[in-house]
């Protein structure tokens, strides 16, 4: 696509729709996918993006959302759904065909 810069000349930008379309659906304020980015990033990744089309622009942004990702959100989804329980012990018999007898199994459900 090409596109009209401030300055009168015309510049390629292959892409152009889908970074818009990224643009509105995970970057600007209000986004139905909003990334949770500082007022700085976000300020930078659209002047970044108002000039070129090239993946390069998203790379500050991209490292941010990866060590929010892997320092606190996947930390904080595994420890909330591993949460220590109470855990429930049910004895159960069991028939042992071997020796033809009942065997104890006790057996957990958290």
């Known amino acids: 696509m090409q596109v009209l810069t401030g300055n009168g000349t015309v510049t390629i930008q292959p892409f152009r729709e889908e970074i818009d379309r990224v643009i509105a659906t995970y970057v600007i304020d209000g986004a139905p996918r909003q990334l949770d980015l500082s007022a700085r990033e976000r300020k930078q990744l659209l002047i970044a993006l108002s000039h070129t089309t090239h993946p390069t622009a998203f790379r500050q942004?991209?490292?941010?959302?990866?060590?929010?990702?892997?320092?606190?959100?996947?930390?904080?989804?595994?420890?909330?759904?591993?949460?220590?329980?109470?855990?429930?012990?049910?004895?159960?018999?069991?028939?042992?065909?071997?020796?033809?007898?009942?065997?104890?199994?006790?057996?957990?459900?958290?």
């Not at 959302?65 to 420890?79: D, G, K, W």
């Not at 012990?89 to 104890?104: A, F, G, N």
């Open 61 to 110: 942004v991209a490292w941010s959302v990866e060590s929010t990702l892997r320092l606190q959100a996947h930390p904080n989804f595994i420890r909330c759904q591993y949460k220590p329980s109470a855990v429930t012990v049910i004895p159960c018999c069991l028939y042992d065909i071997r020796k033809d007898t009942s065997v104890q199994v006790p057996w957990q459900f958290n």
